[in-house]
């Protein structure tokens, strides 16, 4: 991995190296500039409860989680904490979140779920009176065609279809 992202960034490999142990660590997590925008829009505060409906492999998990963390230390003592909820179709693709989600060591309450969004609202409603669990901001960055990624991997263009971005959806 640091060899690559070295050859992709142009970084050193010791550079790429230290930036890999540093992401292992949960000190940061890399993330393109664009992936940035959605989360800092939501205007995030500490006692939302938010739903990040498309979230695996979490990179806007993490700036969730970052966001109401941060506002956690501006809040009041004993204000009501918010949570976050990250739900993704793909159990391989939650496996990535929760590892990035771990190392970070968030004190922010995370609920992570494995569901088909567009079934989503089905599973959550109230246990005290049957009425839908409802989130202050809602987040969902549905899978792409990973056509971005060329930028990163020109040898994708080769081997890119419209049929195979099908199976993201």
């Given amino acids: ?11 050193s ?7 890999q142990v540093a992401e292992m660590s ?3 997590c890399r993330q393109e500039i664009a992936s940035l925008l959605p ?8 006692h939302h409860s938010i739903l990040d409906l498309c979230a695996a492999p979490g990179s806007k998990t993490t700036q969730l989680l970052d966001l109401m963390q941060e506002g956690n230390k501006e809040a009041e003592p004993f204000g009501s904490p ?3 909820v ?3 179709a793909k159990p391989s693709r939650l496996q ?6 771990r190392r970070q060591q968030s004190t922010t309450p995370l ?3 494995l569901s088909d969004a567009s079934r989503f609202a089905q599973h959550f409603w109230s246990a005290h009176d049957g009425t839908p669990l409802l989130f202050d901001r809602v987040l969902c960055d549905v899978p792409c065609s990973s056509d971005g990624t060329i930028r990163k991997a020109p040898d994708i263009a080769s081997r890119w279809t419209p049929s195979a971005c099908h199976c993201h959806h």
């Fill in 13 to 19: 490999k010791e550079l790429a190296a230290a930036l």
């Fill in 26 to 28: 949960g000190h940061f």
């Fill in 39 to 46: 989360c800092l829009a939501l205007q995030i505060q500490p």
């Fill in 1 to 11: 991995l640091a060899n690559n992202a070295a050859n992709q960034a142009g970084f």
């Fill in 82 to 84: 918010g949570f976050l």
């Fill in 86 to 88: 990250a739900n993704d």
């Fill in 96 to 101: 990535r979140l929760v590892g990035r989600t």
């Fill in 111 to 113: 609920l992570v779920t």
